[in-house]
């Protein structure tokens, strides 16, 4: 594929990108919008997490079969299928009228996410040679990450004007745009076409995903003492015990171990994951905090949100330079120090504090996750070859998303179980919901006391959630000295590119 004309190439990862960024567009474009949500669906706070939630649970546990299906049946084939899902699911989403419906849609969004994510970084790997590499696919993974913090400010311009669905159908022009540019500009691609189907390990896989995150969410509401959720995180966690040993011993594994013996490939994945586990329990947190505590509409948090995509555009291109200079290794911790500094400078924000402490604070955490989360993803994905391309891929993908899940499932209870704890004691079922719900109800009753009493509830509930966070970020700066390789590079990948699997 590297044979192809250099305009056709840079033509096709265009295309790939637009998809890309419709995925990243997805995966936050709901967070301004859960306020609103919790309103007019009546949502509570284990809706509001199950939206986002579902999502990143079907999107994790279907990324590594549909990277075997890709490299099977043809990763332009699939791609073509998955876009055509995700328009569809996009539609279903807008015209939900039900938390339950809104929640089923999304799951089938995230299946349509899990084929596209897992095959954008397949056809790359082999679309582009040594030298064109690393700048494709520090575009792409810049791409990816730039449509985190823009969803939000576009969500909120059309939480402001039209109904709360229209943040769904933002994705129809550009799915149809997608479909346009992948079948014109992409070419066909394959990978391991022999390669059996791991029943069992899908079904472990996805077992042990749904437990670990369905029961610290059930953890948040019940309590960690609560019998139900203990069993379903116990369930969880031998499932995954489960599926390690089977992968060990199966003809055809779904994941291939062997992948994880590459200290690079293992040490930017894991890093990549800290950095999104942050990253997305900073975005629960924050519109609440805008709107919520700071009053502001969906729009305004948009644009309150616009230091991170600054922080993150000045990092990604900062750090693409200075890993050429000083190595991957010394990037990554640099952008997990940033990254936890500011969380911790956060996590000493109160209710009276103004925007502008908020806005340098998570301007930094931007340029934190730029310089990591390109530069780590890239030093994962140069270490595979055609012939690995699309399960690698998938299982990068894969870890990273569950990551994400289970930063959105552990940060939102322990940001739940912190408000709750600060309420005025005697605070009704209602005001314990949300602090959306909380603030709404102090304002239809016109107690300014009660609704002050909300607003700090909610910031020490954040509070202890960036706590967390940061102190995550930090351990990943000390992993990341300990595991990546001094030698460790980018664009250069561990095995020569096996061109019969094309």
């Known amino acids: 594929m590297a044979s192809l004309k250099t305009s056709h190439r840079w033509s096709a990862l265009a295309a790939l990108a637009l998809c890309t960024v419709v995925i990243g567009l997805d995966s936050t474009v709901l967070s301004v919008a859960l306020p609103t949500l919790a309103r007019d669906l009546d949502a509570t706070t284990a809706?509001?997490?199950?939206?986002?939630?579902?999502?990143?649970?079907?999107?994790?546990?279907?990324?590594?079969?549909?990277?075997?299906?890709?490299?099977?049946?043809?990763?332009?084939?699939?791609?073509?299928?998955?876009l055509t899902i995700f328009g569809a699911a996009s539609a279903a989403c807008a015209l939900a009228e039900t938390t339950g419906q809104l929640i089923a849609a999304r799951a089938v969004l995230g299946l349509g996410s899990a084929v596209i994510m897992s095959l954008i970084g397949a056809v790359l790997t082999v679309l582009f040679d040594d030298r064109e590499r690393p700048r494709a696919l520090t575009i792409w993974i810049t791409a990816n990450a730039l449509g985190i913090p823009l969803g939000p400010l576009l969500g909120g311009w059309l939480l402001d004007n039209f109904h709360w669905g229209s943040v769904f159908l933002i994705n129809l022009p550009i799915v149809g745009l997608g479909l346009i540019a992948v079948a014109v500009l992409v070419p066909e691609s394959h990978g391991d076409r022999r390669r059996r189907f791991d029943l069992p390990g899908i079904l472990l896989s996805t077992t042990a995903l749904v437990g670990v995150t369905y029961g610290i969410i059930e953890a948040g509401e019940r309590g960690w003492g609560d019998?139900?959720?203990?069993?379903?995180?116990?369930?969880?966690?031998?499932?995954?015990?489960?599926?390690?040993?089977?992968?060990?011993?199966?003809?055809?594994?779904?994941?291939?171990?062997?992948?994880?013996?590459?200290?690079?490939?293992?040490?930017?994945?894991?890093?990549?994951?800290?950095?999104?586990?942050?990253?997305?329990?900073l975005l629960f947190a924050l519109p609440q905090l805008f709107q919520a505590v700071g009053g502001a509409d969906a729009f305004g948090t948009g644009l309150r949100l616009l230091p991170v995509i600054g922080g993150l555009m000045v990092g990604a291109r900062i750090g693409e330079k200075l890993a050429t200079r000083f190595g991957p290794r010394a990037v990554i911790a640099a952008g997990l120090t940033l990254m936890a500094a500011a969380l911790f400078t956060g996590a000493a924000t109160d209710a009276a504090a103004g925007y502008g402490v908020v806005a340098v604070w998570i301007?930094?955490?931007?340029?934190?996750?730029?310089?990591?989360?390109?530069?780590?993803?890239?030093?994962?994905?140069?270490?595979?070859?055609?012939?690995?391309?699309?399960?690698?891929?998938?299982?990068?993908?894969?870890?990273?998303?569950?990551?994400?899940?289970?930063?959105?499932?552990?940060?939102?209870?322990?940001?739940?179980?912190?408000?709750?704890?600060?309420?005025?004691?005697?605070?009704?079922?209602?005001?314990?919901?949300?602090?959306?719900?909380?603030?709404?109800?102090?304002?239809?009753?016109?107690?300014?006391?009660?609704?002050?009493?909300?607003?700090?509830?909610?910031?020490?509930?954040?509070?202890?959630?960036?706590?967390?966070?940061?102190?995550?970020?930090?351990?990943?700066?000390?992993?990341?000295?300990?595991?990546?390789?001094?030698?460790?590079?980018?664009g250069q990948p561990a095995a020569v590119l096996a061109e019969s699997g094309v």
């Open 47 to 82: 809706d509001l997490q199950w939206f986002t939630t579902s999502y990143l649970l079907v999107l994790a546990a279907a990324l590594l079969p549909a990277g075997m299906l890709g490299d099977r049946f043809g990763r332009k084939r699939l791609l073509l299928i998955a």
């Open 227 to 281: 019998v139900r959720a203990s069993v379903i995180i116990a369930v969880g966690v031998l499932a995954l015990a489960a599926l390690v040993w089977w992968q060990r011993r199966a003809a055809a594994p779904l994941i291939d171990l062997g992948l994880f013996r590459n200290r690079s490939f293992a040490g930017g994945t894991l890093l990549a994951t800290i950095a999104g586990f942050a990253f997305f329990g």
């Open 363 to 490: 301007g930094v955490a931007g340029v934190g996750l730029g310089f990591t989360m390109p530069t780590s993803m890239n030093v994962t994905i140069s270490t595979l070859d055609a012939g690995r391309s699309g399960v690698g891929n998938a299982l990068i993908q894969a870890i990273r998303q569950v990551g994400s899940a289970i930063g959105v499932a552990v940060l939102g209870m322990v940001l739940n179980a912190g408000y709750r704890s600060a309420l005025p004691a005697g605070a009704g079922e209602e005001l314990q919901d949300s602090a959306a719900a909380g603030a709404a109800a102090a304002q239809r009753l016109g107690d300014d006391e009660l609704l002050g009493a909300v607003r700090d509830a909610f910031v020490h509930g954040m509070d202890l959630s960036l706590i967390v966070s940061g102190g995550v970020a930090a351990a990943g700066v000390i992993l990341a000295l300990v595991i990546l390789p001094r030698d460790a590079r980018t």
